[in-house]
């Protein structure tokens, strides 16, 4: 059993940073991804950004510029760095990872970020 254990959400002032944490604990097999998710009430959730195990990047258009994905292949962690964060990248994130061979979609249990303007 795989689990996503999420930490480094809190309170910050626009134009400020935060870096979350995420670490993946259990059988972990194959290629897969690892990635952030955020979502507010009354909307789906949304992907933030993703890094592939070959070390490929995609962020959502709303963060490129601000926001920078990392892993550790090694220790399974992926960390996300928020800079110049904005009141409505208010939400809480969640942390992800995909295995390819076989499928799984595993989730972490959600960490609150606000940002007061």
């Known amino acids: 059993q795989v689990q996503l254990v999420e930490s480094g959400g809190g309170l910050v002032q626009a134009g400020g940073s935060l870096r979350l944490s995420c670490a993946a604990s259990?059988?972990?097999?194959?290629?897969?991804?690892m990635g952030w998710y955020r979502q507010t009430p009354g909307k789906q959730r949304e992907l933030v950004a993703v890094?592939?195990?070959?070390?490929?990047?995609k962020y959502a258009d709303s963060v490129k510029g601000r926001f920078t994905i990392a892993r550790d292949n090694a220790k399974n962690t992926v960390d996300l760095q928020m800079n110049s964060l904005k009141p409505e990248d208010t939400a809480i994130y969640y942390c992800?990872?995909?295995?390819?061979?076989?499928?799984?979609?595993?989730w972490g249990q959600g960490t609150q970020v606000t940002v007061s303007s």
């Open positions: 992800s990872l995909v295995t390819y061979v076989p499928r799984n979609d595993y």
């Open positions: 259990g059988s972990i097999f194959g290629v897969n991804a």
């Open positions: 890094i592939f195990s070959g070390g490929i990047t």
